[in-house]
């Protein structure tokens, strides 16, 4: 793999999100079957952070959340009816409320459990508390993964994937080359989060064997909230910059062993799309890196 310029992105509704040097650039495909996309531009003030290791990995953490929803609304908003358009504000209370709710089912419930079942045993707390984590992240996307909108999401994700391969191996960017392009990528956000959840394993043990923990239940709720919590930015950075280096390394045994969970969960959460998929995602690839194009319509909104 050339060590280009990095591109990332995301599928939404009917679409995907790129972010190249020059442009953010959210592509959708509308009921009537045409293209049509929003750009945002960048500049080098956008981008200055994004070359500072550990803090690079934060900000994208961030950033993914902010911008991903605001680009979800309009994908939103475009692939589905005129009757369906969805506000800022109903997508933004659904998305802090999943946030919330994520926040509590993923990492303060599976702490909690894990320090009552061994709360003299910090280090078995922490692996109890990363298996039930990741036992509830895998079963929640194998879940929806059954939802036939979600599947489409899903095809949308591996049309994300093939065009960036397709980008990266310096051919001409086409369906026809992106097609036989792989459909799953190690700097997927799929891998990041699994990634996430095995570098909280070492973080949170640290950061327990510097604290007693409460006997108490409620004082423990109080100190697994204060101590998972902020400490997620961090675990975060740490994640991204691994990620990042295995990500070049494929060849490496070690780098390999890291990427290759992160590789078979992607299994679930891409899916082969068909042409106009990889269409829409191209449009959005194209957009990003300030390329023309010639089949899809700019929208302002």
């Known amino acids: 793999m050339n060590k280009k310029i990095i591109v990332g992105g995301q599928a939404v509704i009917e679409g995907v999100m790129m972010r190249g040097p020059k442009a953010i650039a959210t592509a959708v495909r509308k009921k009537d079957g045409t293209i049509v996309y929003r750009k945002k531009e960048l500049t080098e003030k956008n981008n200055r952070w994004l070359k500072v290791p550990f803090v690079r990995g ?40 999943s946030l919330l709710l994520g926040v509590g089912i993923f990492m303060v419930l599976p702490s909690i459990i894990g320090s009552v079942m061994f709360h003299s045993n910090k ?6 508390e990363a298996i039930m984590r990741l036992v509830i992240f895998i079963g929640y996307i194998w879940g929806i993964s059954f939802m036939k909108d979600i599947q489409r999401v899903f095809q949308y994700h591996g049309a994300e994937h093939k065009s960036i391969y397709n980008y990266e191996s310096g051919e001409e960017l ?38 007693p923990l409460p006997k108490n239940v409620f004082l423990l709720i109080i100190y697994k909230i204060l101590t998972r919590v902020p400490f997620v930015p961090i675990i975060a950075g740490i994640s991204y910059e691994i990620q990042r280096w295995t990500s070049y390394r494929l060849d490496n045994l ?3 062993m890291i990427s290759v969970p ?5 299994k679930i959460t891409t899916k082969e ?9 191209l449009v959005a690839l194209n957009v990003a890196l300030g390329n023309e194009v010639n089949n899809a319509t700019e929208v302002f909104e």
């Open 58 to 97: 934060v900000i994208m953490l961030f950033d993914a959340m902010i911008t991903g929803t605001k680009e979800l609304i309009f994908a939103s908003n475009q692939a589905g009816d005129a009757e369906e358009v969805l506000s800022e504000k109903e997508i933004f209370s659904t998305v802090t409320l």
């Open 123 to 128: 280090l078995a707390a922490n692996i109890v």
């Open 174 to 211: 086409s369906v026809e080359n992106a097609r036989k392009s792989p459909r799953l990528h190690p700097r997927c956000g799929t891998s990041f989060l699994l990634l996430v959840m095995f570098i909280s394993i070492i973080v949170f043990s640290l950061v327990d064997t510097l604290f």
């Open 254 to 256: 070690f780098a390999k």
């Open 262 to 266: 992160g590789m078979w969960l992607q």
């Open 273 to 281: 799309p068909d042409d106009s998929q990889i269409e829409v995602a």
